[in-house]
């Protein structure tokens, strides 16, 4: 089942309220996604563990209801 790309980006935003999220449906089908995320958050953290939070506030609906998710973090400038 696709995941619509505003629960995607709730979800995110959820566990980094600061965040400025991007999301970009790659397929048009609900399961192939692109996401930026820019949090004050990651701060300190290196790009890994910036993945690794993200992929967490998904909650396990990566390979599930999310097959792809190409994912770019940072903090912000």
Do not use: C, W
């Amino acid at each position: 089942m696709p995941m619509a790309s505003a629960d995607l980006e709730a979800m995110i935003l959820e566990a980094f309220p600061d965040a400025i999220v991007e999301i970009q449906d790659l397929a048009g089908d609900g399961d192939h996604y692109a996401a930026k995320v820019v949090s004050a958050a990651f701060a300190g953290m290196s790009r890994v563990n910036q993945q690794r939070a993200v992929y967490a506030a998904l909650k396990g609906k990566m390979g599930g209801e999310l097959h792809a998710l190409q994912l770019t973090t940072g903090t912000p400038a």
